[in-house]
């Protein structure tokens, strides 16, 4: 049975989407995964060994989502505030226990994203055992571009990927240094959850990771995708 609008008690919320590149339609958002430490510098400098060890991921929520080059709202409780550049994955069908040879046929499409870290927050919780959302899944941490399909843009296993920080690089790799590429990222957290249409995936961020402050603009771009940029106020 499906409710119309007026049986829910309260208004129900609407649909998260991001823009598809190049048409006027857009990608409706399920849940966002994100992979942990998947460049094996940022790795290390996260104080962790880069051996590769199985992937594990975290979420973000779909409302978390700064769209069309929008500001980010410095947010409450931290005073360190971390920048992390990623590509992300768009999951055109899902499905359980998907073959790394036929993950790519999953993906609808790329983007580019900012994974905004209250690290302080995020430390407290590594030293006491608790979950990541404090510091991962606050209100408007998960800037975006907008999707480019593959059909536009093929599949992306290498190319440029930076962050500026006031125009000075904070972070630079290349796709190919992914410690877990995606289709084994696809394999992978497709086992532990069932991947369906709508689900984004952002794969993890190189080294250079730091604080910004209000009044700074973060610049981003990957290659095959483009730029983003959002200024902190």
Known sequence: MTNSQNEFVIPAVPAVSVA???TSS???VRRIYCVGRNYAEHTREMGHDPDRELPFFFQKNPDNLVLDNGDFPYPPQSNNVHYEVEMVLAIGTGGKD???NKALDHIYGYALGLDMTRRDLQGEAKKTGRPWEIGKAFEHSAPI?????VATCGHLSKGDIWLKVNGEVKQKSDLDQLIWNVPEIIEHLS???ELKAGDLIMTGTPAGVGPIKRGDVMEGFCEGVGSIKTKVV
């Open 98 to 100: 998907i073959k790394a």
């Open 145 to 149: 571009t907008d999707i480019v399909p």
């Open 191 to 193: 086992t532990i959850f």
């Open 26 to 28: 857009r990608f409706p």
């Open 20 to 22: 598809v590149r190049g």
